[in-house]
């Protein structure tokens, strides 16, 4: 973990569950952490918690609504402008309604889409591009479903 020491990461859906322990892990080895989610409050707690512990890395909160490609592509300018830009993305945030096939509301189905599809596409998409304009050639793209 030694190479990615100060090195930028976002990890979405970094409020809760799985992307809360992932965002904590890499603070702790040392990256600078952008982790996003609708509802910063719980990431301004943890990463209040990791500056306490003196964990050697950073967490920043960021507030984007995954669902919403202007949030997403703001939030990839804003790491451009304050960080240079993504090194590696772990696309985390997903979600389930209990929408059957055939009964199930379509406006279930697009949120769940709009998260675990798109968000995911667009943000490995624009972490890629991060990576190619700045000739990142050992970044990565992590994707948990």
């Avoid at 830009?85 to 059957?100: F, Q, T, Y």
């Avoid at 949120?111 to 700045?134: F, G, P, T, W």
Wanted: glycine fraction near 8%; include cysteine.
């Amino acid at each position: 973990m030694d190479r990615w020491t100060g090195r930028v990461a976002l990890v979405t859906g970094a409020s809760v569950g799985i992307g809360a322990i992932v965002a904590k892990e890499l603070v702790r080895f040392g990256m600078k952490v952008v982790g996003c989610a609708r509802n910063v409050d719980k990431i301004q707690a943890l990463a209040a918690e990791c500056q306490t512990a003196g964990y050697s890395g950073v967490l920043i909160p960021y507030k984007c609504d995954l669902t919403r490609v202007e949030d997403i592509q703001s939030m990839f300018a804003a790491i451009k402008a304050k960080h240079k830009g993504v090194d590696v993305c772990i696309n985390n945030a997903g979600l389930a309604h209990p929408e059957p096939l055939l009964s199930g509301k379509t406006s279930g189905w697009k949120n769940m889409l709009d998260v675990n599809v798109m968000a995911l596409s667009i943000c490995a998409r624009e972490a890629y591009q991060s990576m190619k304009e700045r000739n990142i050639d050992d970044g990565h793209i992590i994707n948990l479903n």
